[in-house]
């Protein structure tokens, strides 16, 4: 840690500010799936949420850019719109309002050609809400926090109304950020409100999106009601030390877990560190560092009070998790062949959503843009659902979606 | 020879043939795994040598015709990387040998043969030691057709063999040996009550009927054992009961004769003075009145002795109802000079089920015999009664009474608890055995109870019939 | 004590015995190695369900080997890694003698091909062991934009794949007849049971542009043949797959 960053958290303030801040954020549903409350039963059954976020997991599914996998059956099967002509899926995953779903297009080849189409669950024609001029781009984010390996369209509800973000750059009037309404009935879609300039999607509070301004002087967390478009200050660039907490290095918060993480470049022996705030006890321990035997340490999520870790350092990498109350590496969670632990997409209730190693390599033939078959493999992925006593315990009894033929255009 | 030894052998014998039939399946299907494993692996390694000696002629071939000499430095080449302990190779030209590396056990015949076989075929062929896979293929460069032959060392295939199936039989005798052990503790733990079965009997045969062969187990060996000691329990109750049974009729038979010799030796003594002639007529008189007397004994003797065989033959009576009364009543009739002695006590209706003259007699001689204990009040009390068991009938006397010690014995035949004044007062020491006998055949018993000085009571319940 | 002889000789003659029937497998191995020493085996590897005429075919057989043997499914030179050599003077020409059989080949086609690969700046080539090699030729074009020029022979030169820009364009006819000569000049035309495939484009195609794909399958040999023009580029070429891969791209074969 900086010598001014240790002052910082010893000293009476900065503790004081640390725990106002967290104490602020800590209720912050993580950007994980804390927010839908499920009663434990062997197969979840998520509630919808009451949150203005929109996910990736809606009161029956879990969706990702192909697939969609129905939480009650366990099944899995592919959802592909019919694009309008032109359009192409972008990498984006799709979120979720229980009617219908949200996700990203481009026009092929023409990145800056971004639409936001909408499809209803049942099937039907997919629908242009908004689509982007030139130096535009709807915002993106990863809303079910960084377990998800990709990003989603940041979607609010507001009662009948679809808000979203739109960021511009025009050479004159430099970057904004506008928040657009996309209205049920009446299909218009419409600007709200400008939100500022550098206005990114932090993550949420009290049911609401919360959003960065990284740019001085307007700096800080916003709390947005999407129905009013009202932006309420949660943390101020003004206060220059909590600022520098939440502004600086990378943070994590979860449950009563406040993990950061320095980079090499802050710390003069060049080691990357992280650290843990216990916010029950108020112990600092230092969950992980370079000397673990990677030069870059980088934390990915925090699940049950368990930090993963990322370590890379040229071409080799580890994963692992360490214990944010022991400060000890946990072991014997679930792992795959490799010894590295399964990756955690989503918490839902008592279980998580996890991948799994299929057992086929899938090979699968396709026709390039010469109309030549090329012949492809792939280690196959599966999602599975496990109890999170099993994935902790290392015992593979998870259930897997099993794929569903269906019809879907 | 033994069952223990026999089931051993069946069962080692049968364990024998299967684990052979087994073992020999095993190594074969084993054994056609590898082969196919090795077919095809030296299939595609030949394919590969084919394409690699037609791209090595074909390369060469650019620079115009191959020559012998050429296509000899290829093969060597080649050989370097083919690599010579996996068999060899050869490169053929219309039946000449251009290069080979093939060892020298095969000889030209095989590589001929494979190649007449063709390019489709493989054949195994053995050479001194060694057995190996060979296989030709046609390769055209410049216009010319070459064969190459490949030869591939497969002889570890049936060596593997060879060696895996020494240690299947070396395992297989082992557990036979273990089988035999572990089969023969079995079978003699098992066949033990057989044994104990066997030592049982020849007690049994030699006398001793106490030893049991008690086993626990539920099969058939048990059942037996239990049956066996169920037939040694009769058995022995059986010989008790016969053995009893002589020695009573010994006894008998001894109180009898020496019951019998005494006045057939009175009689004897009397008849002879008679016939001597040297008595006095008072004397004779006497002496014939002494022979009457004894004469009349024997006759009653006799005449009880008959009775009590017609009884013992008889095993059951078929008993009718009867007015006790009128039993009592023969009874006094028959003893007149008793008569006066007699007090009988009895409820004119009471009936029972019983045998009239064997029950009169009953009651007669158990009324002589308290006549004989002279009573001291001179009376002998006859009393019948209804009681929870039945109809009681009682003969009581004030007389001397019973010693205890001989209580349980005064119904045995012959039996005199004092002997001078029984024999005295004309008595056999029947009587009373006559008594229990009729109670026993009643249905009942007599009760004895007695105290020395103070009298006697004798009971009998009898079962109440119905008029 | 007669009786423990009797058992005891009993016990011996039934291990006798035993030992006698365990080793019985052995004259039996010893007869069936007989008859694998004197009989005559096939190769054959499996049941691949081709027929007797793709067998005999050299040039099917390689590329059917090529898939066994090397266990690769290089299609479209997806997976083969070429290494940058020297230009090479010679091996276009080998490419140039095969065309020049295609009838079809025109003037106009092979000075185009001549002046992609004289204008090459780079190339890449590779070789397996079955004896086919394949070049990658990078061209500029135009001034502007690069060009890729792919194609692969067999030892024997004949042509299995050839990808190249073209300015020329081809109907479908063009196409078909390109097939029947490449099947004329490579021999595979002793395969007779070729027959046409049904096959779309599974990538987007904007409007304004060209995608003719024309295929033919056969299935005694297991061989797809394929002649494309999309957007300028010309693919043409044959690989080996099993008749149900076909249906993993949407292709079909169709009714007679």
Same mark, same amino acid.
């Given at each position: 840690?900086?010598?001014? %960053? ?86 984006? #995953? ?92 009446? *299909? ?93 006890? #108020?112990?600092?321990?230092?969950? +992980?560092?370079?000397?673990? #035997? ?10 049950? *009070? ?20 022991? *400060? ?82 | ?115 007449? +076989? ?24 410049? #216009? ?158 006799? %005449? ?40 009988? &006590? ?17 009651? &007669?001689?158990?009324?002589?015999? +308290? ?6 009040? %001179? ?51 029947? *009587? ?36 | ?7 005891? +000789? ?22 069936? $190695? ?24 050299? =040039? ?43 009838? =079809? ?125 999309? $957007? ?25």
């Amino acid at each position: 840690m900086t010598g001014k %960053g240790r002052g910082f958290v010893r000293s009476r303030k900065g503790i004081l500010a640390l725990v106002l801040t967290v104490a602020l954020l800590a209720g912050c549903g993580q950007p994980a799936a804390e927010m839908v409350s499920i009663p434990a039963t062997p197969a979840p059954t998520p509630e919808v949420s009451q949150t203005q976020v929109l996910r990736s997991i809606d009161g029956q599914s879990y969706y990702t850019q192909t697939t969609c996998y129905d939480l009650k059956t366990m099944t899995a099967c592919d959802w592909r719109p019919e694009l309008p002509a032109g359009y192409q899926m972008t990498g984006e #995953g799709p979120v979720s309002d229980g009617q219908a779903l949200y996700f990203l297009m481009s026009r092929e080849g023409d990145l800056t050609g971004q639409a936001l189409g909408r499809m209803p669950l049942e099937g039907g024609d997919v629908q242009i809400l908004y689509k982007c001029g030139e130096r535009e781009q709807i915002g993106i984010a990863y809303t079910d926090g960084a377990g998800e390996d990709c990003k989603r369209p940041v979607l609010l509800r507001s009662g009948e109304r679809r808000c979203f973000l739109v960021h511009r750059w025009t050479g004159e009037e430099g970057n904004s950020t506008w928040l657009y309404g996309w209205d049920l009935e009446s *299909g218009v879609c419409e600007p709200v409100k400008q939100l500022g300039s550098h206005v990114r999607f932090w993550g949420e509070y009290q049911g609401r999106a919360v959003l960065e301004d990284s740019r001085e002087p307007e700096a800080g967390l916003f709390q947005l009601d999407a129905d009013t478009g009202e932006l309420t200050v949660l943390l101020s660039g003004e206060n220059t030390e909590a600022a520098e907490l939440f502004l600086g290095p990378p943070l994590l918060i979860r449950e009563n877990f406040v993990c950061m993480g320095t980079m090499f470049a802050d710390n003069p022996d060049g080691k990357e560190r992280v650290y843990c705030l216990d916010l029950k006890t #108020g112990a600092i321990r230092q969950l +992980a560092s370079s000397d673990d #035997g990677y030069l870059l340490i980088r934390m990915q999520d925090i699940w049950d *009070g368990k930090l993963r870790v990322r370590g890379t350092e040229g071409y080799e990498s580890g994963l692992w998790y360490v214990d944010c109350v022991t *400060g000890q590496r946990v072991e014997g969670a679930l792992a795959d062949e490799s010894g590295i632990p399964l990756h955690i997409r989503a918490q839902i209730g008592e279980y998580y959503l996890i991948d799994v190693p299929s057992e086929q390599m899938a090979e699968y033939l396709w026709l390039n843009e010469n109309g030549e078959p090329v012949y492809s493999r792939d280690i196959g992925r599966k999602l599975a659902l496990i109890a999170k006593e099993d994935y902790w315990a290392g015992q593979p009894d998870y259930q897997t979606f099993e794929r569903e033929a269906r019809e879907t255009e | 020879m033994k069952l223990a030894p026999k089931l051993v052998l069946t069962i080692l014998l049968l364990l024998g043939v299967l684990l052979a039939a087994g073992g020999g399946w095993l190594t074969k299907t084993d054994f056609e795994r590898n082969f196919e494993q090795a077919r095809t692996q030296n299939t595609l390694a030949h394919r590969r040598d084919t394409y690699s000696l037609q791209n090595g002629l074909l390369a060469k071939a650019g620079s115009g015709e191959i020559t012998s000499q050429e296509v000899a430095d290829y093969g060597s080449s080649l050989g370097l990387y083919v690599g010579q302990e996996q068999g060899g190779f050869a490169v053929y030209q219309d039946e000449q040998v251009m290069y080979s590396s093939l060892p020298a056990a095969l000889g030209q015949e095989a590589a001929c043969q494979a190649i007449e +076989a063709g390019e489709e075929a493989l054949l195994l062929r053995k050479a001194g030691q060694n057995s190996y896979m060979l296989m030709a293929s046609p390769v055209q460069a410049a #216009g010319k057709q070459y064969w190459l032959v490949s030869a591939y060392d497969v002889t570890n295939l049936f060596r593997a063999r060879e060696e895996k199936f020494r240690e299947l039989f070396r395992l297989e005798l082992a557990a036979l040996a273990l089988a035999g052990t572990a089969a023969a503790l079995a079978v003699s733990w098992m066949i033990r009550p057989l044994k104990k079965l066997e030592k049982a009997s020849r007690a049994v045969a030699a006398g001793d009927y106490t030893l049991s062969t008690a086993t626990k187990s539920r099969d058939e060996v048990g059942a037996l054992s239990r049956s066996f000691d169920a037939m040694t329990a009769t058995v022995r109750d059986k010989v008790d009961q016969m053995e009893d049974t002589i020695l009573r009729q010994k006894q008998f038979v001894s109180a009898f004769t020496h019951e019998l010799k005494t006045p057939m030796t009175s009689i004897l003594g009397y008849s002879d003075l008679l016939r001597s002639g040297e008595m006095n007529p008072e004397d004779q008189r006497q002496a014939v009145q002494y022979i009457h007397r004894e004469a009349l004994r024997l006759e009653t003797l006799s %005449g009880k002795l008959m009775q009590l065989m017609g009884l013992v033959e008889q095993e059951e009576l078929t008993l009718e109802p009867v007015r006790l009364v009128l039993v009592l009543r023969d009874t006094a009739a028959s003893l007149p000079e008793l008569a006066p002695m007699l007090d009988i &006590r009895c409820d004119p209706s009471l009936t029972v089920m019983a045998d009239r003259d064997l029950l009169a007699d009953l009651v &007669r001689n158990l009324v002589i015999n +308290a006549a004989r204990a002279q009573p001291k009040d %001179g009376r002998v009390h006859i009393t019948a009664g209804r009681t929870e068991e039945g109809v009681a009938l009682r003969v009581a006397d004030r007389g001397r009474g019973i010693p205890e010690a001989d209580l349980s014995h005064i119904t045995e035949p012959f039996y005199m608890v004092d002997k001078s004044r029984a024999r005295a007062q004309n008595g056999s020491g029947m *009587g009373l055995a006559l008594c229990a006998r009729i109670a026993r055949l009643h249905g009942s018993e007599l009760r004895f109870t007695s105290r020395l000085g103070q009298g006697t009571v004798v009971e009998l319940i009898l079962r109440e019939g119905e008029e | 004590m007669k009786q423990n002889l009797f058992t005891a +000789a009993a016990f011996l003659a039934a291990f006798a015995f035993l030992a006698l029937a365990l080793a019985a497998p052995l004259p039996l191995m010893e007869q069936s $190695d007989q008859e694998l020493y004197t009989q005559v085996m096939t190769r054959q590897l499996a049941d691949d369900g081709r027929s007797a005429q793709a067998r005999s075919n050299e =040039f099917a057989r390689q590329l059917y080997d090529r898939d066994q043997l090397l266990r690769v499914k290089n299609y479209a030179g997806a997976i083969l890694q070429t290494t940058t050599a020297e230009i090479e003077a010679a091996a276009p020409y080998r490419l140039y003698d095969f065309l020049q059989q295609l009838d =079809f080949w025109s003037s106009e086609n092979q000075a185009e091909l001549e002046q992609q690969i004289s204008q090459a700046q780079r190339w890449e080539t590779i070789s397996d062991s079955v004896g086919f090699s394949a070049w990658r030729v990078y061209t500029m074009w135009e001034d502007a934009e690069w060009a890729e020029l792919e194609w692969e022979l067999s030892a024997q030169d004949r042509l299995v794949r050839l990808r190249m820009m073209t300015e020329q364009e081809y109907t479908w006819e063009d196409l078909e007849h390109m097939m029947d000569e490449y099947l004329a000049a490579t021999g595979l035309e002793e395969i007779d049971d070729w027959q046409a495939v049904d096959v779309a484009p599974q990538f987007y195609v904007a409007e304004g542009i060209t995608a003719t794909l024309r295929a033919r399958y056969s299935p005694g040999a297991k061989l797809y043949l394929y002649a494309n023009y999309v $957007d300028g580029v010309l693919a043409l070429g044959v690989c080996p797959l099993e008749q149900e891969e076909l249906a993993q791209f949407g292709a079909s074969l169709m009714e007679e």
